[in-house]
């Protein structure tokens, strides 16, 4: 028995779906657009009650919620594939805290700007809202940025390329852009671009973003 992913196309569910990909397992991909109409939402609402993607059914039908959850989840179930680093890995606690890090502090600041208006109605004050989240996420990118300026390998952790690099690469697409992501961290940047090279990733990137970054 396979998984079953629910996702959209350029959203949350991208890494997972490269994950799933990257330690070859048998998957079904079912679309499910979080802000789609209110039939879209049901659906997925029956998977996930707070309607969201990723949405993960294992293989023994229980269901796995949070992309950073599953990342850690997959990278541990299928060691074979050097997707993370192993508990006893110096390197572990770095995974884990920038995975983490990506997961609470900048993955909110995209749920902010997406629907400014899920969190305060009146619309004169979207403008305020969403130039608030983008300086923090800039802010936010900077920090992380210069935690690893002068890394050692062309990956986040080194040599290899894990599931930290994926999550970073699948967020630094998102808006502003490539370029903006470019400007604020330039050595989260380099790896990204490093992770962007493997034949896998390129393939899952095509399905889900545009040729231009």
């Not at 802000?35 to 293989?59: E, T």
């Not at 997961?103 to 004169?124: M, N, V």
């Not at 969403?130 to 802010?139: E, I, M, S, V």
């Amino acid at each position: 028995m396979g998984y079953t992913l629910y996702g959209k196309a350029g959203f949350g569910s991208v890494c997972v779906e490269a994950a799933l990909e990257l330690v070859g397992a048998d998957y079904e991909f079912v679309e499910a657009d979080p802000l789609g109409d209110a039939a879209d939402q049901r659906r997925l609402k029956a998977i996930n009650p707070a309607g969201q993607v990723p949405a993960l059914i294992l293989p023994d039908d229980r269901i796995m919620t949070e992309s950073a959850a599953i990342l850690i989840w997959l990278g541990d179930r299928y060691p074979q594939a050097g997707l993370a680093p192993p508990q006893d890995a110096t390197e572990r606690s770095e995974y884990l805290r920038w995975l983490l890090f990506c997961a609470s502090s900048i993955y909110s600041t995209f749920t902010l700007t997406d629907g400014p208006d899920r969190f305060h109605p009146d619309s004169r004050t979207h403008d305020t809202l969403l130039a608030n989240a983008n300086t923090r996420r800039t802010d936010l990118w900077t920090l992380m940025n210069d935690a690893f300026d002068g890394m050692p390998g062309p990956f986040l952790l080194g040599e290899r390329l894990s599931l930290l690099d994926v999550y970073v690469a699948m967020m630094s697409r998102w808006d502003p852009g490539r370029a903006a992501f470019a400007l604020a961290a330039p050595a989260l940047c380099s790896a990204v671009e490093a992770t962007e090279a493997d034949p896998v990733i390129a393939e899952v990137w095509a399905r889900n973003f545009q040729s231009e970054a």
